[in-house]
């Protein structure tokens, strides 16, 4: 079965090959870059001698070096990537073999189609976990001196770290599997599993850019001009530590009403989004597991 | 491959299943000797794909069983899947893939796989090996595809519609290297196909299906034996005639019948004035079945014993 999921996939495992080596050369082009103009606007210095809290201007300098469309592409292509690969993937699997009739072939072999299933689904979500993971790795990296002064409680840098980018892969894939046992056509399946994850993918991505929903309040004294300039693009935060993600500011009296995401949530914010990713592509998986098994009664 | 003669290849006790609230096949029984040729003839929809899914593995009856050797097919499991070959209509292959990549398939999922056999093949047919599938002709893929069916060494081989879509030649060729795979190893083949003469000349068990019901079945040598055309006067009532009507056509003068009925019966009815009788040929007897409207399994059961009765 390894060869032969090997041989019926090897188009797709190029073509994910040649999207890795893309992201791969720009990952690593941009975070030599970073690190480089990091380093050249004397961040490092600021940031452990005041913590963060003297480094506005340097760090606003800095981050205006990525604005200008140079990290763009990039985080666009991040942003479709696992919808795209993951129905790429997923949809001919069952699609194609039905919409051909090989599925006779497939499954007359001495080997039962939930063996045959269970072999492909295993290899090919192991090959995309490990694509994932790797795309994941390079691009931790590449964004690390951004993320050291910024927010990673939201998009883009939330959707390509942790486990949201792989999660968000094996949903698509599952979604397009599902979609080919469906409509028992290659193409239909693709575009139909990329639109189905658009759902999920909307719904993760409202959720932590428009609808932060782990934020907490905190009353934190202020004076004077401080308190007039607060906001929630004040930088450093207005909480005084880099990473938390204000979401709004009031002012009442001689305190700032803070509400926020401090940025250690973004561990459980990548479980809760990952998990809804993971759980779709589980109902999606099993379903076809479940209608491909009852085909023969 | 051999396999004690006393049991059957294929035997069907009350095979049925159900598609939502329509019966695909219903009631069939029957029972195939090893080594046979089956022709499994039919109009379409008939239940003859449905025949051969349940008879490989690839559907699960609604109720009865057909077993293969004594052994109830079981759908999707390893057992029944590695005891029948399965050529599906349009002989699916994967299209992208070269003969060998194909033949590796096979080899991948089937334990008996006969790397020799395929290959010999392949050379005896001129197929290289390094060809992709879908630069060969219709009739070199048929060939392809029967040779991933033989070299899976099943003692059953169930084809459907084999030869659909192929040219008169690659028929022939096709049809040759069925019968002597066959002859060659003892192989039971079982083959749906509309091509009636195709049938005549190869096969010797027939097996006839319409409205998802088993119509006739037996050797074909019993079945014409136990059948013949009667030409009797115009009107004559199916009570005056010997054994069962299948058919009947009315001319202006006479009329013609299939009758299912010993030769004896035949010959003493034969004899009165304005009768004549001759021997049922092969395409009579299947396309006077494949006339008839579907019969029940009560009535089923008796053009069986009508058939068996004569073959004693």
């Not at chain 2, 095979?15 to 089956?38: E, M, N, Q």
Request: glycine share 10%.
């Amino acid at each position: 079965m390894i060869w032969v999921t090997w041989r019926q996939h090897r188009v797709q495992a190029f073509a994910m090959l040649a999207v890795f080596a893309f992201i791969a050369i720009y990952g690593v082009a941009l975070g030599v870059w970073a690190r480089s103009a990091f380093n050249a606007d004397g961040l490092p210095a600021c940031l452990a001698h005041s913590g963060g809290a003297d480094c506005g201007a340097t760090i606003t300098s800095f981050f205006s070096r990525f604005n200008r469309g140079a990290t763009l592409p990039l985080t666009l292509l991040l942003f479709v990537i696992p919808g795209f690969l993951g129905a790429v993937v997923g949809g001919p699997l069952l699609g194609a073999e039905l919409e051909r009739g090989t599925w006779q072939l497939a499954w007359s072999q001495t080997v039962p189609r939930g063996r045959w299933l269970a072999a492909k689904l295993g290899l090919v979500s192991t090959a995309l976990v490990v694509f994932g993971a790797s795309i994941t790795a390079i691009m931790t990296w590449a964004w690390g001196p951004l993320d050291a002064v910024s927010i990673r409680l939201q998009p883009p840098p939330f959707n390509f770290e942790g486990i949201s980018l792989t999660c968000a892969l094996l949903c698509a894939f599952g979604l397009a599997l599902l979609a080919g046992l469906l409509l028992r056509n290659t193409i239909g399946a693709m575009v139909a599993g990329y639109f189905a994850w658009e759902v999920p993918f909307v719904v993760g991505t409202l959720l932590t850019g428009p609808l932060q929903f782990m934020t907490t309040t905190v009353r934190i004294p202020c004076a004077g001009a401080a308190c007039a300039a607060a906001s929630t693009n004040s930088t450093p935060p207005v909480t005084g530590h880099l990473g938390d993600f204000v979401t709004s500011v009031v002012r009442s009296g001689n305190e700032l009403i803070v509400s926020y995401v401090p940025a250690d949530r973004f561990w459980p914010m990548q479980f809760l989004v990952g998990g809804m990713y993971l759980a779709v592509a589980v109902v999606a998986i099993g379903t076809a597991v479940w209608l491909l098994h009852r085909r023969t009664t | 491959m051999t396999h004690q003669s006393s049991v059957p290849a294929l035997a069907a006790e009350g095979l049925g299943k159900r598609y939502g609230h329509a019966w695909g096949l219903r009631d069939c029984t029957f029972s195939v000797p090893a080594g046979s040729i089956v022709g499994l003839v039919g109009p379409n929809g008939a239940g003859k794909t449905t025949l051969l899914a349940l008879t490989v593995g690839l559907l699960a009856p609604t109720e009865g069983e057909i077993s293969v050797f004594g052994s109830p097919s079981r759908a999707n499991t390893a057992d029944t899947l590695a005891r029948v070959s399965y050529l599906a209509q349009d002989h699916p292959l994967y299209r992208g893939f070269t003969v060998a990549d194909m033949f590796r398939f096979g080899r991948s999922l089937n334990p008996s796989w006969d790397s020799g056999l395929a290959e010999a093949r392949m050379a005896s047919l001129g197929i290289p090996l390094r060809a992709k599938v879908k630069a060969l002709s219709g009739g070199q893929q048929a060939q392809v595809a029967l040779t991933m069916a033989l070299a899976k060494r099943a003692p059953v081989l169930a084809l459907d519609e084999p030869v659909a879509s192929l040219d008169p030649l690659a028929r022939l060729d096709f049809m040759r290297d069925v019968v002597a795979a066959s002859a060659e190893t003892g192989l039971t083949v079982i083959m749906a196909s509309h091509v009636i003469a195709e049938l005549e000349r190869l096969c010797d068990w027939l097996l006839v299906v319409a409205g998802g019901r088993l119509q006739l079945t037996g050797a074909v040598d019993d079945l014409l034996a136990g059948h013949a055309v009667l030409t009797v006067p115009r009107r004559t009532p199916d009570g005056d005639v010997p054994g069962s009507t299948i058919d009947r056509t009315d001319s202006e003068r006479h009329s013609t019948l299939l009758v299912a009925a010993n030769p004896e019966q035949v010959a003493v009815a034969a004899s009165q004035p304005g009768w004549a009788a001759e021997p049922a040929g092969f395409e009579q007897l299947v396309l006077g079945y494949l006339r008839r409207p579907p019969v029940t399994m009560a009535m089923a059961g008796q053009a069986r014993t009508a058939g068996t009765a004569v073959a004693s």
